[in-house]
């Protein structure tokens, strides 16, 4: 029987984007990941326009595609309910707008299979990832973050907020359920526990163009992020340090 991966694309209100970026991704993994029985998973939570119909238009189009939909909003939310319910051996998600460069998944998917590593990042903060178009603002944001977060936890990781990461479906399994946040801070919580809980984490240099038509608030989610960082660190960790068995 095939490795087999499913990719998981969570979207809100993407009606513009979508059909182009889920044909690249459809492209890229039919060429590069012939070896793998993949599936890639429309994760709609809550969007208003038509991106749940379009999202359904591409799965009757295309081969090896599914779309589920939430009613409720939040990233982390539409990422719990793709990757409990998938059946996969290795789960993954990408942004909608493929920000990451896609040709480092191959690479990603063999460091689980065949080097033993529990879940893969992407990082754009590696000295070797290249990151094009990214302002100041948001650059100084997301160092300062990463810092915070090595403080506090006395974290390894540089990059918590990539949107391209690449995890064994046993550690979705042990982890997910413990994971508290259902949105934009859902990541970091996922791979503070995971650290915590000594799963192997391998970040990956990646190349990074940023959209400028990205509609993340960046003070509003550093606001939300610095709030899930004080509830983990003063009470949140210490209710699951140690509950999964290793």
Known sequence: M??????????LNEEQ????????LHKF?????KEYNWLITIADNGST???????????????????IHLFERGRGRALR????????????????DLSTDLNVLPSMIHSIRDDGYDIVIGSRLKNDSQVIGRSLKREFISRSYSLIVKFM???????????????????????????????WFFDTELLILAE???YRIKEKAVKWIDDPDSRVKIIKTAYIDLRGLFRLRFGGLSKVSGKIAR
Request: proline share 3%; net charge negative.
């Open 2 to 11: 095939s490795y087999s991966i499913e990719i998981v694309v969570p979207v």
């Open 17 to 24: 984007g979508l059909p182009s970026s889920i044909s690249t």
């Open 29 to 33: 993994l039919s060429t590069e990941l």
């Open 49 to 67: 326009d038509s991106t749940l119909d379009i999202a359904k238009q591409l799965s009757a189009e295309y081969g090896k595609i599914k779309c």
């Open 81 to 96: 309910k793709a990757w409990l319910d998938s059946t996969a051996d290795v789960v993954a998600y990408t942004d909608v």
């Open 153 to 183: 936890f006395w974290s390894h990781i540089r990059d918590f907020q990539c949107g391209f990461k690449v995890m064994a479906k046993t550690v979705v399994d042990d982890l997910i359920p413990l994971v508290e946040d259902t949105g």
């Open 196 to 198: 915590k809980n000594k």
